[in-house]
């Protein structure tokens, strides 16, 4: 009984797997390298704090903003020098860490609007905690003050 249940078990994981990686529900990735974006061709790397390049789409991570570090900038640069310090934590994050990738559909610019979690906790939350980012819509933009 024990032999069928466990290979039960494995045929379940091995479906959830299959219908994962079929409808691109989640991804995950340990051997995947960011740096920040250059002027270079985008492929995988990290615009700033909210948004990345993965294998050529273009994500822009939900349910959190980071300060901008060249357009729309309303804080000076205190918040300049915060936005290069939240790309830098999220390049840090990525390259350290195996992640899950969660698409859910797109923005008014045509990004991929996705969640990235590492050990099942948003990277936004993370973001947030070291005080780099704002939850969004609601949270205060506290480097404009």
Not at 56 to 81: A, H
Not at 99 to 116: Q, V, W, Y
């Amino acid at each position: 009984m024990l032999r069928i249940l466990g290979a039960t078990g494995a045929v379940l994981v091995a479906i959830s797997a299959v219908f994962l990686a079929a409808n691109g529900a989640a991804q995950s990735s340990h051997e995947v390298h960011f740096e920040e974006c250059g002027s270079s061709k985008r492929v995988t790397c990290v615009v700033d704090g909210d948004t990345i390049w993965f294998e050529g789409e273009k994500i822009r991570l939900k349910d959190f903003d980071t300060p901008e570090p060249q357009t729309n900038i309303c804080g000076g640069s205190e918040e300049i020098t915060l936005a290069h310090k939240a790309s830098d934590r999220l390049v840090q994050l990525l390259n350290e860490n195996a992640f899950s990738l969660e698409r859910d559909g797109k923005d008014r610019h045509g990004r991929t609007l996705a969640t990235i979690r590492i050990n099942g906790r948003d990277i936004g939350d993370i973001l947030i905690y070291d005080g780099l980012a704002r939850s969004w819509p609601d949270g205060v933009e506290f480097w404009c003050e």
